[in-house]
């Protein structure tokens, strides 16, 4: 189990880079006791929700795409895109070159323990996913 401060602070520097790279906010830090978290980030166009079941010992990364500014349904496959979907995408599009330095730009990171790791392997993954976002075809 992980504390909710733990996790959020996690959260925010794992994945610093939606906001110094990708012009996304901070927006949302939703807590339910210790047995789910949830931080929201959102841009313009997308809002990237990193939630955790503490219980269940599931983390999951979604990019939602609005529409006209609100949240999709979470059951629309072209707008609720979880990140296993994206990574299927995203892999066959990214250089070995690209996928070498989004492993460097991650080295400083030291994850503290397991759930740590979780965040930051999915954190690799979603940022080498948002670099070929505008490339994705979703059906």
Known sequence: MIERKEYTEAVKLFYS????????????ETING??????EFKDRDRVVSVSYENIEDHLEVIVFVLQNGKLPDYDDKTKSLHLKQLNRLVIAKASKEEINLNAEYFAKYN??????????????ELRLCLKHFNELQFE
């Open 17 to 28: 880079f939606l906001e110094t790279e990708f012009g996304f906010s901070k927006v949302n």
């Open 34 to 39: 210790n047995a789910f978290y949830d931080v």
């Open 111 to 124: 994850p503290k323990n397991e759930i740590e790791r979780k965040l930051l392997k999915e954190a690799k």
